[in-house]
């Protein structure tokens, strides 16, 4: 079936389309909602088609979810419950609010999303968090120490969750007093075995590289500002004692920290300025007895409940700190077991050298020194620069962005990161507290470890950056460099060039094309087309006649410049079709007009002289006269329902006609009136007019609506009144001239009418109207009459099927006049589809009050046209057709039938001849009862001969001869020669309205197969070009060219519809790259078309086994044979073989073996390979042998 596109002139605007015929802007979605089997062009890696990304598919995210993510504030920490309390629908959930319970259902398309939180190992147990209470805890025992991977002896499998080595411990935590290190080190532990967020137990290696030897680990980035200083007041250390060491923290001296410690020895830290070094954040809640600290670098999420000492992990109960009495909330001071807990640190303390050593675990710790690549750029200098930490890879998106020519916009509060692709002009949102990641609004699925991004900075996760650019993030392992690559289909993309008013301004004053016709009746016109800057430009000349002493006196003529901006100007002749001249009798004048385009609407101006009749000429034709003066100037608004304007006119002759007259035009259409849909047209003129000296006000009034009850049901109703000075103007039958006379009467005509539909096979109908001439004003000649009225009931009828439907129409009519008898008219028409045969009866009966009672009775058999082929498309057509009608006084009948004949391509493809005999032959019966005889007279019918000569010289030449004889020694002969030339391309090209540009094509026939339009490829003329995924479609000039104004901001797929190429041709959709439209830019595309190749050879039985195809070889039919294409096809006589319309590819032909006569088989040197596109040949022989092994 044909795409229902919508198919108009070589250059259409996109917005002028009916709404159901308007453009949706095509953005290029994303592949995270593709499936992988049915891939297409896609954005890239915009959520989850990376493939170094291992993580499961997220479906589409319902409204549910979308909901669920609005209001939740906060999810309860059992395990099994989800508490969702009342939160503000516009306020941004933060991440350490939002946890989901491992056991929450999840149905329909809701994704199973998993917040950035980290998971802890059931078997996570140490000294210094333990499954028991402070009070049933006892004496400490022996503990064992998680050594992390990164001081263990043993190397760490990249991307494996770390080993777990038990290190027995020989002291107890509260007896330590110097060697506090060890202690330390097992709480660190905690951490060490804590995978990152939402990491499954998968080999990652290839995810992100492992560490090279020479990229550096990176210690946080800190301000280079001195700190002030953690001080206490003395009076609340109470048993505290200040420690002189030195503090490190990620091999950095920290001044501002100060170190004290109990009398039993255990090292006391300030956990709040230590978490602020560290960019994470920490809530002290002195009052509930409530610790809460948000660890930035993997979104950990821990909560400490002083009263119990119970620890929590991201809602999940992990233990108890066996030291919370020591806390102390108000100084902020905690155990340094606490502190590496929740801080992730590993805290070495050295009382000999005085020194406290604070050193984040490896995996909270980023590896930097690499270099970022962007479509094969390097990008220097960057701040901040691309990180990892642990598998996650963090880039910075603000360079990334800028260097693709996108744009980027961070809302307010900073949650929210848009980017618009300048490939594609998609909106691309992303969350960045949920990870949500939205396609032009449309959600469309989730990005993991976004708790690893920095959001300040825009330091994002590779998979956000993929998401939000389309691109493709690769990583050598082991490498340094960072590979941002766009997606391959957004590579692809034709960008817009120049803008409108650039490509005008250039352009230098050039003559477009020059198009002449002439007949041999003498009538001749030229039409010559050009530009110069932002003016596109047009001259019309067109005379009656060439010959004589009035020859090429002009019956047109016409000056039009039109800007880019939309204004036009035109000097000359016109017709007035906008009604710029209404209520004044003018629609023709010599002059000019200028129109230019509103916000909201159109002005136009119009003066010069009308048309008030026509002059002969000394060979007969004629031409306009001019006379007098007229104007006017109107507004029109955008969509045609309203348009208002005044228009004045003087004639200068004795006796004149002047006008200064006002009129308006409204289209009113209420479907939610109370009644019904509710339509109303009026249109009003009113003013000031001078009929023969004497001065009246006048004008028209033109009014008629449409109520509609329901679908079935209608009522309507219509009224006209012209006042005498409006209808003033008569035309001379003799001169064709105009005269205006006081005379001419006003006239009123009003009606009513209503339809009821009762289903689709029968309908009613009644109509009433009725006309006053003067019925206010003027004076009746004899010859008016001074009313009239028509009243008509009509039904239609379809009781049976399409095919034999009696009795379709059936009316009654009754019509009078004051002046004349009324008659009354009784139609009934049926038609029969019989097969190929149409069969019309039709009977009139009418009854008047003078001449008295008619009928006619008709009746006609017709057949569509029986159609033979000949050679090259050639045909011969006959029609038959039969034709019957009685009246009171006769009955006649007549036969007929009409040859015609078409040459196709027979005198070759430049030229065509059809040509056509008519025959009828007719019987006629006159009835005379007062002689009581009747009078049959047979003769034959108007028969005639006609035929049409056209031919094409080339491209820019044609002629055309046309003969008509009735065969009785009348005939007539017409000949016409048009010519066209073109200079230069035709400039099509408008400035555009907002948000929207222009593209400018061609389709051409790719000769060589490159896809790229050599000079010696020619365009395809007449090719109809369509968009995908809309209806918007257009045919192309001779040349090829087309031009769509005014289609909206986006990524499009142009293609050529193939179903409209001439046999052979064929095109390549996919081949052809998408498009961008850009505001107020100009995109332009070529669009290459092939011919199809032809495959053809022989299959044949080589008998002497020579290698050749000799007369005395045995050609085999019926043997199937198949290309690796999937065509099909099989020998036919002599065995012969042919693929048909192939595009240019390389093609292996094999034999289907099933097919081959018994003893038979494929040569085993037997060539089955060919080029269409590099070989000159097209043949490929089949070489079949006997076998030996046969009996």
Known sequence: MQDPSVFAADSVDASALAPEKRLSSTVLQSTAVIPETKRQYSSGTSVRNNPLDFSAAIPEVSPEWLRLLRDAAKLTTAADEVRLPAASPDKNIPLRDLMISKSLPVTGNTPPVIPSLVEVPEDWQVTVIST???????????TTEAIPPDRGDKPQEAGAPPEIREVPLNRAMSGMSQSADQSVNAALSVLAVTPAPGVESQDKSD?????????????????????????????????????????????????????????????MLPLAPIAEILGNSVVIDVAGQKVKYLRSRDGAHFELDTASGEVTANGRSVGFLNEVGLLDLETGLFPANAVQVFSGLRIERDDERQLIDMLLDKRLRYVTGFELYVNGEQLPYLNPEPRSLGHVLLLPLRPIVEELGSRLKVSADGNIVTVERYQDNAKIALNLTTGLVEVQGKPVGTVEDMAYADRSQLLLPREAIASL?????????????????????????????????????????????VEAFYDSEHRASTVVRGHYSEYNLRFEYETPNTQGEDGFTPEWMQLFAESIDGWGLGIGDHNTHKRELSGVNASRIKGGY???????????????????????LDQGDSVPVFDGGVAGLRYYANGGDFDAGLAVRDNAEAGGYKAAVGSAYKINDNPDFVLGDLYQRTEFAGGLYEVGGDQSLGGRLDWDGRLEPSEKLFFSARTEYNSSEVVAGVIDEDTQNVSYEKSVADFLNYGVGSGYRVNDDLSFAVNHGRTLRGALEGTLSDDIAEWAESSSVGMSLRPFDSRLSPWTYFSWEKTSQSNDESVRRLNGQAVWRIDKFNVL????????????????????????????????????????????????????????????????????RRTKLGMSYGKNLGVKLLENPAADEDETDFEEGADYFSAVLSWRFNRLLKFTTNYFSDLDGHDDTYATLTAYYEFNPPRHIKQTKENAGLLSGQVFLDENFDGIQQENEQGIAGARVKIRGTRVGLQADPNGRFTIQNLPVGVYRVEADMSQMPLGYIGSPENTPPVRIGDALISELKIPIVRGNQLSGVVYVDKNNNGQLDQDDRRLENIGLELDSGEETASTAFGQYTFDFLPPRHYTLSVQSDTLPDGISVAPDNLTTIDLQAEQRNRLLVRLIERDDFP
């Not at 129109?595 to 002059?615: C, E, H, I, M, S």
């Not at 008295?852 to 008709?858: F, P, Q, R």
């Not at 000949?870 to 029609?879: D, I, M, V």
């Open 132 to 142: 028991k209470t402070p009070e049933d805890a006892g004496p400490p025992a022996e």
């Open 469 to 513: 650019t389309g691109t493709y993030v690769t990583v050598l392992p082991g490498s340094r460099r960072i590979d941002v690559d766009l997606d391959g289909e957004l590579a692809r993309i034709i960008h817009p060039g120049q803008s409108v008013r650039e490509r005008a301004a250039s352009s230098p004053p050039s003559v477009e094309s």
């Open 841 to 908: 009866l039709k009977h009139v009966d009418q009854q008047a009050e003078d001449s008295g009672k008619s009928w006619l009775t008709s009746f006609e058999l017709s057949r569509e046209p029986w159609v033979h082929f000949l050679q090259k498309q050639a045909s011969l057509r006959l029609s038959p057709r039969l034709n019957a009608w009685k009246t009171r006084e006769t009955s006649s009948a007549n036969i007929g039938a009409l040859l015609s004949f078409d040459s196709g391509e027979w005198l070759g």
């Open 207 to 267: 995810s992100v590289p492992e560490t090279p030897a020479d990229l550096p680990e990176e210690m946080p980035a800190e301000p280079q500002t001195e700190r002030e200083k953690f001080t206490i007041d003395p009076q609340k250390l109470g048993s505290l004692s200040a420690l002189p060491h030195r503090i490190i923290l990620n091999e950095r001296e920290e001044g501002s920290l100060s170190a004290f410690a109990t009398p039993s020895g255990v090292l």
């Open 594 to 616: 200028f129109y230019k385009p509103a916000r909201d609407g159109l002005f136009v101006a119009t003066a010069g002289k009308p048309q008030t009749g026509f002059r002969e």
